[in-house]
Structures are given as C-alpha cells and as structure tokens.
C-alpha cells in the first residue's frame, strides 16, 4: 500500500456514521470501491459483514472504524481519524477466507451464499429441529434433536457461536466450529471441533413437520431439507486492525472477560 492509498469510504445510515463519512471524505477525498486501495467501512460489525459481502470479490483491505453498537472487527473511531494514512500504514492484516453454503429447499430450489461468521439452521416453528450431521460424506449423527446447530468460522467464533456455548478459535488455526444450539438429543453433545476443509451436511429430518431455515451471516433460506457448508476454497478477506487492538489479541481478551 502506498503512503496516500486511495481510499473508498462506505457509511452505515446512522447519524454518527453519516457524520464521520462527511468529515472523513473532506479530509482525504472519495474513490469508488473498483479503483480504491483501501475500503473503510464506518459503522459496526453488522455494517462491516454486509460491506465484506459486497465488496469482498474485489479483493481490497478492509479497515472498519467502529461507528455502532457491536465493533469486534472494527478499529476505535477518533474524531477526524487522526492520521488515517499513518493508521493505514502501520495496520496489521488478518486473512480471513469464509464459509460456503449451498442450501436446498423442500420446493427443490437451491440458494448458495457465504458466511463469514457463521452458517446456522434454526427451528422454524415450535417443534424441535430433527437433523442429520455428516462430515466429508460419513454420517457421524444420525439425528440431532436441537433448536438449532451452526458452524463458525475463527473470526465468527466470538459470535453466535460463543452465545451458543462454542468455542473461541484463534485465527489462523484452520479450524472451524460445529456448535449444537439447545441440543436435546444427544442432550450431552457439546458440538465438535473439525479441520477448515471439512465438508459438512445436515440433513433436515421431517421437514415438513419440522420446518428449519438456514442462514449464512443475514442470508436466509427458509424450508431447507439439505444443507452443504464447507470452507471457500478460491475467496479471501483481508481486515486490517490497529497494532494495539488487533484482532488476535481482540479473541484471546475475549476468552478471560466474563460479563
């Protein structure tokens, strides 16, 4: 990266953000996202999976300042940003490479997405879920009775999957997360720790009765009946964090705070 990248601002609607962008673009111009060097994404961890979502083909770092209510992969916001350039300059890269989901629908249509975070099936209606887990095409589950189940990625295991009871997992430990939500059968099954390349299919049992949507980050799927969900193997993100406040340190923190 250049000493001035070029940079292309991208703002939650909130006041605040919509604030810091007019500020940030008098200071140090506005590029579109194509010929940018750099994104910075202003707002929180919603708004910065939704920018990952519709820019991330591009390839370009991302540098999130935290503008909302929730910023685990944001960087602290100061008023004007201080030196940006120099912040930019001295930012440290975390490579995260997301999940893929294919998702099947009892209609016969299939919707595929990518999840950053996370892939989780959740209950629709009341009943329980009833859902079948194999791995890299071996049952290993016949059938889990649960609310729900999900897998999470490193940088996604502070999240919903944490809530759940999972695992945090250190970035780059090519791991990722297979994490029951209110499991009732195997009521002592606590989930599973799988290599990133793992091919993972849940199978809905009694979808009709049982409906189970599935969703990748905010993308849902209603009315599946089979989901696939492994590891990208051509997409990467590059997030770009402060050295004081990277997001490695951010996860090990997270592991000794209770509250």
Not at 1 to 29: V, Y
Not at 147 to 160: H, I
Request: charged share 20%; glycine share 8%.
């Amino acid at each position: 990266m250049t000493a001035t990248p070029r940079i292309a601002f991208l703002a939650s609607h909130t006041d605040e953000a919509q604030r810091a962008l007019s500020a940030l673009i008098a200071q140090h111009d506005q590029h579109e996202p194509n010929d940018a060097d750099v994104l910075v994404a202003l707002g929180g961890d919603g708004f910065m999976l939704q920018t990952l979502h519709r820019h991330g083909a591009l390839g370009k770092p991302v540098y999130g300042m935290k503008l909302g209510t929730v910023g685990f992969l944001m960087n602290q916001y100061a008023d004007g940003a201080g030196d940006l350039f120099e912040r930019l300059a001295a930012a440290e890269p975390a490579v995260l490479r997301p999940l893929e989901m294919v998702a099947q629908t009892e209609s016969g249509a299939t919707f595929g997405s990518l999840a950053y975070n996370e892939v989780s099936l959740l209950r629709q209606t009341r009943q329980a879920a009833h859902v079948r887990i194999d791995l890299n095409g071996q049952t290993r589950l016949d059938e889990l009775i649960c609310d729900g189940v999900l897998v999470a990625t490193a940088a996604g295991s502070t999240a919903y999957n944490f809530s759940a009871h999972g695992p945090i997992l250190p970035l780059g430990s090519a791991v990722i997360a297979l994490t029951p939500i209110a499991a009732f059968r195997p009521r002592r099954w606590r989930g599973a720790l799988l290599k990133a390349d793992t091919e993972v299919r849940f199978r809905v049992l009694d979808p009709y009765k049982r409906p189970v949507s599935a969703t990748a980050d905010s993308h849902e799927v209603r009315d599946v009946v089979e989901v696939m969900i492994r590891e990208s193997r051509d997409r990467t993100v590059t997030l770009l964090f402060d050295p004081e406040h990277n997001l490695e340190e951010r996860m090990l923190i997270e592991q000794f705070t209770s509250g």
